[in-house]
């Protein structure tokens, strides 16, 4: 049953009369002296640029079905986002393409597959060291080739957005070159790379961080790493996991303040198990684990793959941990991502519920439908 409430715009704090029915919304401007719910708010919705996959889904497999991957949309969907990056990792090379030309085919086929923007490719041209590696498969990193890059524009028909490397690659520079000149942005991740690797990096194009402040050596030289000359360059946009988990308050507090909120974004780095219960599951070739404390873990051990985090709880965490105004976290969920990665603002809107620190999404709608 439809019902009628009060909420202001994030955006222009302007009051609007929503009618909401079940996940589905439609507003109008207030009439006269209403006041809104202090907790009810309307913002565009979210952009993910890293989602490896979501509800029991694995974006990595090629033999995930239109189906299943469908079906993991409408939950992200539940979460705000209305547009997102599906994000294949290191892998053998058929694998990545058969992964990519599967998920191209969601895009075109699935009823929600609008909410496909184009893809990530996180890896393979990547560190191989232990540490900055992560959880990807050391037996498939391999040097930049854009011969591979072309391989991966051909399996999407042209949808790559984002490509993570490592630039300590000697064919880095070019390889960024090139990839940058067919349109996608190049991110700088799972690195080791030298403070005069990274800047030749930027120099030859990349605008990006990958999820700074992970995969990284556990221990670093205390004033001089790849993670400080990242925060370091201003033309570096930096994205974080705010779960908690990946990195502590006091630096997610002083990387954003390094990197201001314009040059900031946030991630899930969503994968398989996010969205579903405690349990074994797959990334790409690989078991990880969902542990009832909500880590995602390599199967077995206590190292990180990705994250069972949702847009909307990073939303509100930056907002408690890092003192940032609802505005401000906003933006790192919505124009900051469209900008570094070239896409489209959504045309959708969120109405959420902000209360004692949570942000819980309660309806989308197209924006067209507001005034």
């Known amino acids: ?45 979210f952009i ?37 990056l599906p994000t294949v990792i290191t892998g053998d090379g058929d694998h990545m393409i058969a992964a990519l030309r599967n998920l191209r085919q969601a895009q075109q086929r699935a009823s929600l597959g609008r909410m496909i923007a184009g893809f990530h490719v996180e890896g393979p041209h990547i ?10 498969p050391l037996q498939y990193v391999r040097l930049p080739d ?11 028909e042209g949808n790559i957005r984002v ?7 000697e064919e880095s520079p070019r390889y960024i070159e090139n990839v940058v000149a067919a349109g996608a942005s190049v991110s700088i991740g799972h690195t080791h790379a030298s403070a005069a690797q990274i800047a030749e990096a930027v120099s030859a194009g990349a605008s990006m961080s990958t ?61 398989s198990p996010a969205g579903a219960l405690p349990g074994r599951y797959k990334l790409g070739e690989q078991d990880v684990d969902l542990t009832v404390d909500g880590r ?42 469209a900008r570094a990665a070239h896409l489209e603002i959504p045309k959708e809107q969120i109405l959420f519920r902000l209360t004692s620190g949570r942000l819980d999404v309660l309806a989308m709608s197209a924006y067209r439908e507001l005034p």
């Open 163 to 169: 490509v993570t490397l490592s630039p300590h690659w």
């Open 1 to 45: 049953m439809a019902e009628n409430v009060f909420a202001r715009s994030a955006l222009d704090h302007r009051i609007y009369e929503v009618v909401l029915d079940d996940f589905a919304f439609t507003c109008a401007a207030a009439p006269g002296r209403i006041t809104a719910s202090p907790d009810l708010w309307i913002s565009p919705a």
């Open 211 to 271: 999820h700074l402040g992970n995969a990284a050596h556990p221990i670093l030289p205390k004033t001089s790493n790849y993670i400080w000359d990242q925060l370091a360059d201003d033309r570096l946009t930096a994205s974080f996991i705010a779960d908690g988990i990946h990195i502590p308050a006091g630096f997610l507090r002083s990387a954003l303040r390094a990197k201001t909120i314009d040059r900031s974004v946030l991630v899930t780095d969503a994968s």
């Open 127 to 136: 560190s191989p060291e232990d540490g900055p590696r992560g959880a990807h």
């Open 48 to 84: 993910d640029l890293q989602v490896n996959g979501f509800a029991g889904v694995d974006y990595n497999s090629p033999g995930a079905s239109i189906d299943e991957i469908d079906r993991s949309l409408g939950v992200i969907r539940r979460t705000g986002v209305a547009s997102l």
């Open 146 to 156: 854009f011969n591979e890059f072309l391989k991966w524009q051909e399996a999407t």
């Open 296 to 337: 995602v873990v390599m199967a077995g051990q206590n190292r990180l793959a990705g994250s069972a985090l949702k847009l909307n709880e990073a939303v509100a965490r930056v907002m408690r941990e890092a003192g940032l105004s609802l505005e401000e976290a906003l933006q790192l969920a919505t124009t900051n991502p």
